[in-house]
């Protein structure tokens, strides 16, 4: 049984904590050491995700099971275009990984998308990462390609697009 929720201040180290057990997981057959921990420092520090919940830059929504948080989603519209909104993170801690909490996740923020009267949600996924698999089984398809500089890091993304 599970329950999604709006995320509040209160929840930013249970993000920080859910994010921090999947990005190791999730990214070290892909990235350097280095690089993940530079990542999660920046994207994922207390001031950054405090700041994008107070100021309504982004939308955390936590799904728990049994009470526990287990899983996040976090979007906003696109800053350079209202009218698409963006999946910005979607991570499920690794043990609950199978039980369909990203396909709820991102169904709901689909949902979020279609209620605020917009029709396209688009989302970044690393170029080798397994979730794009995932991704097109839920209607993504590759928009085009982003290489985003993070520091002295890069971010080799599809950009992957939905209509809704």
Known sequence: MYT??????????????????TWWITYSPILEHEQIAFMLSGIYSADKISEQIRENHQT?????????????????????????????????????????????????????????????LELNVNRHNNAKSFYEKMGFTIAYEEDIAIGKYWMNDYVMRKEL
Do not use: M, W
């Open 4 to 21: 999604i929720r709006k995320a509040t201040i209160n929840d930013v180290e249970t993000i920080r904590d859910i994010a921090d057990k």
């Open 60 to 120: 955390y929504l936590l799904l728990e099971e049994e009470g526990n948080p287990v899983a996040f989603a976090a979007y906003s519209p696109r800053e350079e275009n209202p009218e698409v909104y963006k999946l910005h993170k979607l991570y499920c801690l690794p043990e609950t990984q199978g039980k369909g909490y990203g396909k709820v996740l991102i169904n709901e923020v689909a949902q979020k998308t279609k209620d605020a009267g917009k029709k396209t």
